[in-house]
């Protein structure tokens, strides 16, 4: 097989983008439809920007499902393990509405659906060993038996030195009982050696404790975490360091159209910066500029920049 | 209260259209949004005709429902008992894929959805007794507490001398077991006074037991029907009298975009020919020439004729 | 096959009677094990008169299941149609707590048990055809797939002519929704041509409305029964019939250990009189005879009496 | 608040033993009831020989619940944090079955049981922490919310320094999926101080890949255990410590009425034995004497011996 930089697990959805913007849902009446998802934007990010990327999926065998890997494929994303549900669960919806750029909102359809279904029996433990790192998605853990599929992975991947990266990825939908996230995510994130999110998803993390970024880091770093990067959204965003370091990133000023996608760009960028053995610094930079190209375009997937867009934003922004 | 010809009772949902048509749904890529579901298109299409209509029904409190009830309202239906779900649950879902005018398929989106958690509490019995008639649809009997809410509803009309019109509206999902189908639905048609649905439609009620029209109808002029409709597509439909009249009707030819709606806008003529006392074989043209009106444009509940245009085809295909 | 006079249809279960009685359940340390449950009683209680009896029932895959259809067997009731569950669904149990004759109780296990788990695959039609008569039990109407069973046997009784008889025997364990008990024990009711049960259970039927005996049998009388048998405890029961007799029955004084099993004795006293062709007022003298004897013995089932043992107490109390 | 020597937390059930016993369950007439369930067992065990014991679990609002609470309480168990459970879920059931010392089995009724809905509401942290020693039991690890409970409490216990003992108590029953019963296992496994199993159990919590004993002690001396405990039935058990060294412990032979409840009397004598400060040998000792007198006795609750008993054995056995 060949070597992999990275694969993501968790779901793929697609996003119907309202057409007609400004206003709310109730009077859009024309959606363009998207591959989305934070594990497939991420995996599509980190394709587009040329690392070699596979991802581990459930879809549902249907015209959405076939979509998806259609469309997976032609970015370049390895889809073996994209597995088909066979009881008649759905590919997740998100609807989005776009009131103003700082009034987005999103209309989920999560009830049942094939991701959440995904099983350690749908993929080899082998696969997962021809990766250099493995990115798990909060999402994933909110329900059985995707959340089992995510311990097993993590679980394979610390086993064969296999890198583990922690994206936060916190949706309140489809998760049961309040308890239950705090308690899941956190076994996960003192597992993994990277941990990503925002300042509100590592409070959901630490089960609201209202703890500071100092606090969260100091924390974590009694486990297996060497790097934790907590975003701040406009006030940028801070990586963390075992050894003790502290290295801000800003965010970059660009014509929002919407803030969806942020999350997802921002991890592409950082993710490939590091592969590319890029300091840091340069990758909080290639994250943000990731990110602030998104969210100025209509999609979360499509949207996706290319190395040299990012590479001329900072140097522009910077000059 | 006014005085309402008709309150349907069941599913209204949101129809996704495909806007690029010829292809499979995994090449199309926008779609416009449009009310769908069978009592609703029914309540929609009458309206537009001239009836006083009302309709009872759960939808999502979120903006698929609003606009739904906005607009339900906009067509002239009393949405008064349009209920909202306050569990979370959501209206249903249908994308249509035209892959040609013969080969039409959708893709349904039904899982935990609010309109078959109607209850009998979220309605008043009084309200079914301001109305003529009554039309309750069979996908609402696929589950409880809706499937209740259709024998109560029912027995109240029929307490009340209520004419109750059982359209089968036979859909796959949602029914959990095979045998409930005929159970539920052949005791719903027993009370029923007019029963409509196509020949396969019949099969479904009667546990596919390969009755001909007239073994059918015999079996239901046992109990209470009077008046019952078996339609058989481009071969048109036949009615049948409980004193033993069959009045057969044709189907109209025009350019077929897509065969979604056909059924929903059929029952809104006939229905309204018969309000207005026009004879049982005008009444099947008026159902013929909306359905044929219908299927030659987009959508299935915006695409509702105006009798001047029913009125207009069948002139003109007679004449 | 041989024609049997009675089937009947519904749980049979497991009842641990104390052995220390009146006193708490929670100073009771020992137990004793019994065949129960409404519609099995009764088949044992007509089997040990002397029927021709079946029963048709789904319990556990396990010693409890075993010992159910051992006992049954025993007593002469055939069990062709005692289908085991593969499900690992349980024997539903029942713990009796006896503080006075005046304070029982029980506490019920009915969590996914095997009996509302019947279907209309566990029987063939035919074997229904087969008997006289039918009994169903307004239990098994509580949850699918058994209320379907019972849905379908009785429309299979009706169109063969064979006899429906319901007992309405109403456990508020199981029941779902309020509105489900009224609704489906209704339909039933209707289509039954005995119906017995307590004032109570009358109460349920109705939706409770607070009929009148009268008013409730005068409603009924518009569908199927031709006999109502309504019973008020220690003040006796009354049957009516379509032509408008009424005939009251008293009870008989002796002396009470217990009231489980009242019901189900009284059934099968006075449906064995009823295919002896013994007159309303006998059959009434024969079930409040039998009911008589149970209550003052510790089991509902085997404490069931034999003709002469009824026929012993009537004359006693008579002469 | 008083300082506990153990708080023990997972089910507490209500054992039904065969009266009358060598011969197949169907046969068995009578029962006598006990407080049974792993956790609520030790508990009982340990505050028998003197220990200071408190329990966290959830039983039933009814008389079996009741029955439950009283025993503990004159046990001498500390029944503050039993909480009743409101949604009408019931206590746990065991019938069993002696049909020869050899061959004995068990019948459970466990859907829907009060104590798999413990949650991390029902109790108070402060009070873990009042503990010298926190006991979990496996089966509390079968299904969610008494899963997260489980997580919750330990992670409590772990950063107040209180000990965590793990139990494996392995019961196939309630699991749901294969992979779920490993997963969350080990995750407790490698959080405890002290592991206790039979070599079954440990296979269970290893995924069945046929470790050796110093195999399955390498893996989680990796992690936090320091002491664990493996049970080899009538071959005796071993003690392995984090130092590296091996005590075998040998079982005493005695009548054996039936096998239930060896376990939980062995972890009773064991904890015992380390809380009074004697040697690993020693403790190993006190467990095998304390599981040869239950096994020889009718229940495995109300059987618990004294400390002079289990001293008393000692001494016959190896005078």
Known sequence: MTKLDLITLGRAAVDFNA??????????????????????????????????????????????????????????????????????????????????????????????????????????????TTADSLLVSGTALSQSPSRE???????????????????????????????????????????????????????????????????????LFNHSPKLIVIKHGVKGSKAFTREGEMIEGKAYKTEVLKTFGAGDSFASGFIYAMKKEKSIEDALKYGSAAASIVVSKHSSSEAMPTVSEIEELIKTHEG
Chains 1, 2, 3, 4 share one sequence.
Not at 34 to 56: Q, W
Not at 90 to 107: A, D, N, V, W, Y
Not at 153 to 161: C, F
Not at 191 to 219: C, N
């Open 19 to 128: 057409n007609e913007i400004n206003r709310p849902m109730e009077e859009t009446m024309t959606f363009t439809k998207y591959v989305g998802g934070s594990p497939a934007n991420v995996a599509i990010g980190t394709a587009k920007l040329g690392l070699n990327v596979g991802m581990i999926s459930r879809v549902s065998s249907d015209q959405h499902g076939n979509f998806v890997v259609d469309y997976m494929d032609r970015a370049g994303v390895d889809t073996k393990y994209f597995k088909r549900d066979t009881e008649g669960r759905k590919t997740g919806l998100t609807f989005t509405e776009i009131k103003s750029p700082e009034e987005c909102s999103i209309l989920m359809y999560r009830d049942n659906v094939a991701d959440l279904y995904l099983s350690v029996d749908d993929f080899d433990d082998d696969y997962i």
């Open 149 to 219: 599929a995510v311990f097993h992975a993590v679980d394979v991947a610390k086993r064969h030195g296999v890198e583990v990266i922690f994206e936060l990825d916190y949706r309140p939908y489809t998760w049961k009982r309040e308890e239950e996230k705090s308690i899941y995510m956190m076994e996960i994130a003192k597992k993994a050696d990277i941990v990503l999110g925002t300042r509100d998803e590592f409070d959901v993390l630490e089960g609201d404790k209202g703890l500071s970024d100092d606090e969260s880091v100091k924390h």
